[in-house]
């Protein structure tokens, strides 16, 4: 006698049904998990670019080679909408190279985002060693500080100990290289803009000598008159 056929066949049509079944499965599983990177990728450089200042980000937008910025520390303090108080931006970054050829590249990469150099009085508002600069762009201000870090003079090394050519300074620094000061603020916050006070003495006279007393108020006392 020969075995009924029809149900040998009705299982390999189940397992086949079973198997397409996993194979959509699978497939469904794969294109929703590929949504889900190519959507939360988006999302936090989305998040991360609202939420971070965007002149950190215009800065590191800066064309400046590897060796210029091998090191970057950033602080940030007061209101970005201004509230109460302005918001004051900077940056410390470290040069492999020395401080005249990193002012000549970071210079040349400001220039090309648009800042522009900007001579005005208090740009610095002391003399220092290295390049001071200041510049302007849209609604800010620019101080760019490039000089050579601080390092111990080798002449007060040990007796007998002969100064390495890289030599580094106590905290790591590299002292044949250069450090990179940046500040940037809202044009309305800085004092520079605007006219500035004046001590003509054809219009103020004579400035008095201070006087220099106990009380806590100073100036702020009113002084009494005869009745």
Not at 32 to 54: E, H, K
Not at 151 to 178: F, I, Q, Y
Request: charged share 25%.
């Amino acid at each position: 006698m020969q075995p009924p056929a029809e149900p040998a066949r009705g299982a390999r049509a189940e397992l086949r049904r079973q198997l397409r079944e996993q194979r959509r499965l699978k497939t469904i599983a794969l294109l929703l998990a590929s949504l889900l990177v190519l959507g939360a990728l988006p999302t936090y450089f989305g998040v991360r670019a609202a939420t971070r200042d965007p002149v950190f980000n215009s800065l590191d937008a800066l064309a400046v080679p590897a060796w210029a910025a091998t090191d970057t520390v950033d602080g940030v303090s007061g209101s970005r909408w201004c509230f109460i108080e302005c918001r004051f931006r900077e940056r410390t970054v470290e040069s492999d190279r020395k401080w005249e050829e990193t002012a000549q590249v970071y210079e040349a990469a400001l220039t090309r985002e648009g800042w522009r150099p900007w001579k005005v009085a208090l740009c610095p508002e002391q003399p220092v060693n290295g390049h001071y600069t200041c510049w302007r762009r849209d609604e800010l201000t620019l101080d760019m500080w490039v000089r050579q870090p601080a390092c111990p003079d080798p002449a007060l090394t040990a007796p007998g100990a002969a100064p390495s050519p890289a030599a580094t300074g106590p905290e790591g620094v590299n002292c044949e290289g250069a450090l990179v000061s940046i500040k940037v603020r809202n044009a309305i916050a800085d004092e520079r803009i605007g006219p500035q006070p004046t001590t003509d003495p054809s219009l103020t006279g004579v400035d008095p000598d201070p006087l220099f007393t106990d009380d806590p108020l100073g100036g702020l006392t009113p002084t009494p008159t005869p009745s």
